[in-house]
Each structure stands twice: as structure tokens, then as C-alpha cells.
């Protein structure tokens, strides 16, 4: 029954805890155990649970009833105290308050009745019965009875008795103790209401009162009581009998309170765990010390596809993938049986082989004596995650040639080199086969070619290439008409696929609708020399290139309509003010003396007035930030009036790519083209701007360059300290990488074994003394030092200036050397701190939560190597011990006698070890003498060698 392996399975894993229980419960039973040891009686409650576990997995008592038949394998040569049947009752009262199965709770009381009852056959004895009350008086009877006062007050658990008004007629030490009287008798004939709390007197007295009316009694009923011994309020398991005088009226009540805080405590701690294990969204399983899985919760059944039954009593390996060697896997378990954590991403298969990566943590399970009784394994289904980063990381990249491509067509406005610049970097940016524009003749209801990437698109524009908007199976009119991206991956496939004799590697094709407001401009068509290669995401990044496109598009359509309204500007001024009013850019004409003589809509309202408020001022005038507008050289800013002087005197066209202004108090950055006005002698008399906000393109081309700074410095660093077993020597290259993301002048890396009082730091300057760096490390103790404390606490530091508030002994070589704002984090290895990192620089408050969320990136490619060094180091005093026996062995081998064999022994070895003497014991026996003439001398003097 599964309900049973569980429970046995719980009892198993919870052996420290229970065991534990058991020898309180024992001790507080009898005095017998309470003088035992603790180590005894601990020993004892371990054997009755690994016999309850057996007796819950073979379901019967078996086991448990062949523990009692001797009590030798109990208790192991140790006098046991004659008192078996309270062993049965401590072993219940530890077990019943983690039953949380009726099926298991009815297995666990069958077994221990059947326990009571081999052990009362066994050792039989007369039962004590009380003998008849004949109560005139209740309180006569009961003080009859000193016997009984005798027995009940050598108990530990409350015993009481009362009369039918709930007066204490009776009470033994346990009871005078918890009411805080000074002996059992100041009890007698009082009532809960003259020692407990009013609101807990009227509980019990209610109580009471309701068992007497009713004529029943209650066992195992668990309440709270407040003990005056202890001045706590504590829970115990009640249970009140009613017992008649000689006429069979019920004169009063017996009652039994044992303390069971500790037990509900426990059992609610192991509830508690137990559903934190059962509802965790990570997959956990428990195996054995020999590997079968005892134990899988929900979550594993989801992420695996086995259920509990099929996973239950098989190995780990019913995951195993394929893709792991056997070597991994031997390491894996060499360090799980060396009680280390394992931990890192692995790739598993699921029941219905789909293969799933995980991050996995495997830990032992300890007992109380520091050995392995199973293990716990914890994984995390990752797949998807790594799935999405890697989709991230290409529509990061996407995204950055559609800034780019962006940012280059908004600088130019002539509309044929536009759309031809646009073509050729849209094949060379994304990699695709060929790219070409149509533009839409609204006239003719034609979409004629108008440019198209590299020499094969200049020849398919001069061959004149049109497609009727109404061409029903064309991909380039489907997508005019239908103003959505159409998508073939296979044209071979497609009815309505035309060949093209210069493309003849075409196999995928999308074409995207090219739309500015609602009006269709034309169609941006790309191909690729792949069977499906476009996917859902292309097709959303090649929309939002279509619709920089069409933005480009409108603005140098709409420059081009300005400059031809300029040139007859006192004919067509109503026209103008329409046009340059419609535009969201900005349109602006000054004069010499940068007045403005005339402004649009749109930057009239960017200054929050009105155009004709506009008019007539200078920049300065209508609130512009004077650095802006006549620059500022400590800032590095060059003003715009500058530029314009520059155009007004040159008579030259200007197009500025980026400039920084200031709009509704906020910094921006344009972009302008700036046009000479000359009168008709040819002066010029002042000049034309036109201005896009290119703020959010500016933001999302610095973010995506120091995203992808961080990434490639990550890799870097990544790559490094992969490829070097000996991680102190890459730090300086470290160190380099991470000047390109942090303010670094001094970077340290600590290393640290788990539960060692020392750590190593390595040192390395970059704008600080090369003699910093020590490849060796040094030494230090854990303790008050930055580094210790960060791993000790496992927490990062971040310090704004080291030297206001000297912490640290590292703290005054530091400030001698200027160093000012201090970075630390710990590096973590699963649960395990193996090291910090540790970065240093003179500029006070250098360091932020961005560049601590930045370091931790580095961090976690650092901690695992950290752990490969260990690893290696370790392999490499093995591979150098073996080495050194070889050698040993080879020269005692080339020995001729025993005299000289003895010499070659002592002198290698004492070079070897520098020792000041060498001691070699030959051995008199007859066997050792037997094996030297048989020529295995050498061979024992090896083997003592190796041992």
C-alpha cells in the first residue's frame, strides 16, 4: 500500500528528529531511563523506528514483535531496565503525532496493540484495580487510597481527581507543580478557578460539567493549560473518566494531562515541511543510501511524466538522458557519497523522451552520527527559460539592426537613395538572400520596383520590375491588399511562386506591407536561401523595420514638399503653414540674428506656446538652457547657434545626426537638417531647420550597446575561466574585462573551503602597483576581514568610502593607497559560500546596485570554477603521490640485496619527505621472510609505502 511505503519512508528520513523524541519521552517516563545515557536511549528509539519503518513496508508486525521477543538487539548488552511495555508507549506517542493518513494510523495502532498485548503475555502482571468506593463523601474515599497517591505521584504526567463540582479531591506533584502550589494538599478541595486564568478555569469547568451531565468521558483530547512552574502556557493531551460511588452515581472524575507541547510543536514542523515538499514547483525526489526513490512529489510527476508508483523503488536513472558520460555521472556520486552538494544544469528525459534541461541541487541526508541515509535531490525545469533567453538574445540583436538601419534612413531625404540605402542594409544586416522595395503608384494601382540590394537588385531595377495591385497570387500584392506580413517558407511549394531567373536560390519569402498612418506606401520584400526560415518573430521584426521605413519615407516626402513650397514661399503660404503644421516634427525658419521668423505647431507646443508667441524671439527668449542653445565646452556640448552661424555663413546644407537640447525641461536628443535661405540677390538672409526627436532611438542604441558590452565582457571572462585549471592567473585578464563595465582599479578574488576558518586572497592592481599581484594568495583568517565577513554572511557589501568608518584590518593599505568605494559579493556553489569577489576603486561611491547586479553575472561563471580548481588540485596531489610511489618502486626493484634495498628505501624517502632520519622495520616473522625469498620483499616495502 502506498500509504504505508510513505509513512515508512517519513519515519526513515526523519530518524534524528524521532529518535531523539523517543529518548525524552522514555526518560520522562520512569527513573529507570532517565539514569541511562542519552546516547543509550537515542540508540534504542533509532532500532524501534527502523523496526516500525520495516513493519509499515512488509506491513505486519513481524518486526517490531521479533525487537521485543529478546531484549538483547534492543539494547545491545546494556542492562535493560524490566519495563518493555513502556518502550511500546513512548514508541506510540512519538509515531501518532505524525499520522497524517487514516490508513497508516490504522496499520500503526493495530501493530502497537499487537505489541501490548505479546509483551503483557510475556511478562505478565496483576492488574491494579482500585477497589470499590463506598462514598458518603468522595473526598473520604479518594484519601483512602495512599497507595494510589504513592503510585500516581512518582509520575511525570498530570493525575487528578475531582468531585462531581469539580473540586480537586486528588493530586499528585506533577499536578501541584503546574498549579504552582506549594504541596499536593494546598490543592485538595479547590478548584481550577483558584490557580488558572479565568478565561482557561471556565473552559475546564464547562467542560467538566457537560462530561458529568452527559455521563461520558474523553480521551486524548488535546488543550491548552497555563503552567505556573514554568509561567508558559503549554498543550496537553487530556483525558478525564468518570467513576460512581456504590449506588452508581457519578461522583466525580479521574484525570490524566500529558505534556505533549514538544510533540505538537514536531508535528506541526514536520506538517509544515512536508507540504512546503509536497507544493514546491520544483520537481524533489528522496532516494535511499543505495539510490531507489522513496519519496516524489507532485511536481516531479508533472516535469517527468512518471507517477509516484512508477517512480517509487526505482533509480534516478530512469531520467537519464543519453547526452551524460558515465564519467560525469561517477564524479556526481563520489561527491554525493563524500557528502558534498552537487549542483548545476544537466539535461534529463522525460517519460515520453522529450529531453528537459534542469538545474539540479543532489545533498545527503546526515543522521545524528554523520552518516548518509539518503539523499534529497531538487530540480528545476529550466528548458523553456533557456528556450526564451536564447529567442531574447536574437530579437535583442534584430532589434539593434532595426535601430540601426532606422537611425541611417532618417538622416538621408532623398527618397530613391533612402529606400536603395534601406534595401542593401536590410540583406547585409539580417543575412538574407536578396531584399527589395516596391513602392505603390496610387495612380495606376501598380507597385513598381523601386530598389533593390547589391548588382542583382540594380539590374532587376533596371529591367523596370511591376506587379499590379490586383495580381491575385503574387506574395508582394497579397500583402498590399491585405496590409499584413505574408509568409511562405517553402516556394517551391507554393502555387502562386513565380521563379525569378536571378534569384533561382530563393525558398522562403515574406513579404511586409509598408504603411505611414493609413496610407499603404509600398511592400518591403525579403528572401532567403532556406526552407522555412522565417519564423513569427522575423515576421514581427521586419513589421517594425517597415514601419521605420515608412516613417523615413513620410519625412523625406514631406522635406521634399517643404523645399518646393520655400521656393515660392509668398505664392503658397497657406499651402506651407498646412504642411508644416501636419508634420509631429519640427519646422522652424530664423534669421540671422536666430529670431524666429516662422514655426509649426509641433515645436510652438514642445515650448508650450502658441506659434505667434514664437515668432519674434530667440531661443533664449522662449526658455532654452543657455549651454544648449550657445554651448558649453567643460560639458562638451556645442550649441546649436553655433551650427547655425556655421550653415548662414557657408551657404551649405547641414545634417546633423545628434545633437542634445532640452524639451518640457527634459533632456533630448535631435536630429536636424539645416538649409541656407538666400533672397534673390543670393544672400543669405537666414535658414531652415528641421528637427526629429531621436530621444527613444538614441536610448535603445545605448542600451542595446551595453547589453551587449556586458554580454561579451561576460563571455570573455566566461570563456577564461574555463580554459585555466589555475583561476589566480587569469585575474589580470579578469580584471582588464571588467574595467570595461566597472570602475576597477583593484580587483580580489577570495577562496574559501566550506567550514574552514581561512580563506586565500588574490590581489591584482589594474590602476594600482603591479607588485599587488601574489598568484600564491595569501592567507587570511575569516574573521575581520571584508571578504570573510561577505562569505561568512553570505550577503553582498557595498561600501561609498572605505575610509570614513575603517571596518577591516585590509581597511589602512587600502587608504594609503587612495582606494575609496569598495564592491564585495560572495560566490555560491549551491548552498555552499566558496569565495567572494572583491573590486576596489578611488573614487568615492563608485559602485551602485547596477554594477553590483552586473558583478553578480560574473559571480555566478566564477563559483564553479572555483570548484573545478579544487577538484583539479586535489587530482593533481593524487596524480603526483602515485608518481612518487612509482618511482620509489622502480629503483627498490633494481636493488641486488637486501643491504641495498634497505639503502635505496631510506634515502628516497628521506628526500622525498625531507625527513632528518628514515626508519626502515624489516619485519622477523617467517612469512615476511618466506615472501623475501620469494622475491615480494619489494612489493610489501611498496604496499607499507602506499599505506
Sequence with gaps: MVALKEFANFITLNTVNLAATFARLLAESRAEFATLPQSTRTALGRKLLKAAAEACQQQTSEPLLKLFADPTPRW???????????????????????????????????????????????????????????????????????????????????????????????????VQRHLGASTPQEVIGKTDFDFSPPELAEQYYAEEQALFKAGQSFVGHEQPIYDHETDTTRWVSSTKVLFKDAEGNIAGLVGLNRDITELRQTRQDLTKFKLGIDNSTDAIFLTDVDGKIIYVNAAFEKVYGFTRAEALGKTP??????????????????????????????????????????????????????????????????????????????????????????VAASTILDTRKL???????????????????????????????????????????????????????????????????????????????????????????????????????GVLDVQANKVDYFTDDDRRVQLALAAQVAVALRNARLYEQIQAALADVQQSQHLLRNVIDATPDWILVTDRQHRYRLVNSSYAASLKMKPEDVVGKTALEVGLPEEIVKGDPVQ????????????????????????????????????????????????????????????????????????????????????????????????????????????TDILCLAEYTPQSTELTLYTVGVNAPPELFDPQGVRLPLDNNCAGWVISH?????????????????????????????????????PEVVGALYLVNAQPGAYTEENLAIL??????????????????????????????????????????????????????????????TLVDLGTNSAAKNQAKNGNSQTEQVAELEN
Design 317 to 406: 536513472r530512469i531520467l537519464k538522458s543519453g547526452l551524460i558520460s558515465q564519467e560525469r555521472y561517477a564524479e556526481f556520486w563520489a561527491a554525493l557519497l563524500n557528502k558534498q552538494v552537487v549542483a548545476g544544469e544537466i539535461i534529463n528525459k522525460t517519460k515520453d523522451g522529450r529531453l528537459v534541461t534542469v538545474e539540479v541541487s543532489n545533498n545527503p541526508i546526515l543522521d545524528e552520527s554523520d552518516s548518509i541515509i539518503g539523499f534529497l535531490a531538487m530540480h528545476r525545469d529550466v528548458t523553456e527559460r533557456k528556450q526564451v533567453d536564447a529567442s531574447l538574445a536574437k530579437r535583442a540583436a534584430e532589434l539593434e539592426t532595426v535601430a540601426q538601419v532606422s
Design 419 to 521: 529606400i536603395q540605402e534601406v534595401a542593401d542594409l536590410t540583406k547585409e544586416r539580417f543575412g538574407l538572400y536578396h531584399a527589395h522595395i516596391y513602392l505603390l503608384n496610387p495612380e495606376t494601382e501598380i507597385l513598381e520596383l523601386a530598389a533593390g540590394a547589391g548588382e542583382i537588385g540594380r539590374q532587376m531595377l533596371n529591367q523596370g520590375w511591376q506587379i499590379p495591385l490586383n495580381k491575385e497570387l503574387s506574395l508582394v500584392a497579397r500583402a498590399a491588399r491585405a496590409r499584413e506580413a505574408v509568409v511562405v517558407n517553402n516556394v517551391l511549394e507554393n502555387a502562386g511562386y513565380f521563379p525569378n531567373p536571378l534569384l533561382p536560390d530563393t525558398r522562403s519569402e515574406m513579404a511586409v506591407p509598408i504603411i505611414a498612418g493609413d496610407t499603404l506606401v
Design 636 to 743: 562638451g556640448i556645442r550649441g546649436f547657434w553655433v551650427d547655425d552661424d556655421e550653415v548662414m555663413a557657408g551657404g551649405q546644407t547641414r545634417v546633423v545626426d545628434r545633437e542634445p537640447s532640452v524639451v518640457d525641461g527634459k533632456p533630448v536628443y535631435l536630429s536636424s537638417v539645416k538649409v541656407p535661405l538666400k533672397n534673390e540677390q543670393g544672400e543669405v538672409w537666414g535658414l531652415l531647420g528641421y528637427v526629429r526627436d531621436i530621444t527613444e532611438h538614441e536610448q535603445l542604441l545605448a542600451d542595446t550597446k551595453q547589453r551587449a558590452q556586458e554580454s561579451m565582457v561576460t563571455k570573455n571572462i566566461a570563456a577564461a575561466i574555463n580554459a585555466d585549471t589555475r583561476l589566480a592567473a587569469t585575474l589580470p585578464f579578469v580584471a582588464d574585462q571588467l574595467q570595461e563595465l566597472l570602475p
Design 794 to 830: 553570505n550577503e553582498a557589501w557595498i561600501e561609498d568610502d572605505l575610509r570614513e568608518a575603517k571596518r577591516f584590518v585590509e581597511d589602512d593599505p587600502l587608504a594609503a593607497l587612495q582606494m575609496a568605494a569598495r564592491l564585495v559579493i560572495p560566490l555560491q556553489m549551491g
Design 76 to 174: 545491545a548488552g546494556t542492562s535493560a531496565p524490566a519495563h518493555p511495555l513502556t518502550e511500546v508507549e513512548c514508541l506510540g506517542q512519538t509515531l501518532s503525532p505524525i499520522v497524517t493518513n487514516l490508513e497508516a494510523g490504522k496499520f500503526l495502532w493495530q501493530t502497537l496493540f499487537e505489541l501490548r498485548a505479546a509483551v503483557l503475555e510475556k511478562q505478565p502482571a496483576p492488574p491494579f484495580v482500585l477497589p470499590p468506593l463506598n462514598v458518603s463523601s468522595a473526598a473520604e474515599a479518594v484519601g483512602d487510597h495512599s497507595l494510589l497517591q504513592l503510585l500516581i505521584d512518582n509520575l511525570p504526567d498530570h493525575i487528578y481527581i475531582k468531585d462531581a463540582n469539580s473540586r480537586f479531591l486528588l493530586a499528585n506533584h506533577a
Design 856 to 917: 553578480w553575472q560574473i559571480a555566478d561563471q566564477m563559483a564553479p570554477a572555483i570548484e573545478r580548481v579544487h577538484l583539479f588540485e586535489q587530482v593533481q596531489r593524487r596524480a603526483h603521490r602515485e608518481q612518487t610511489i612509482r618511482e620509489i618502486t622502480e629503483k627498490m626493484r633494481a636493488a641486488t640485496s637486501m643491504e641495498q634495498l634497505v639503502k635505496i628505501t631510506a634515502t628516497e624517502i628521506g628526500q622525498r619527505f625531507s625527513a632528518a632520519y
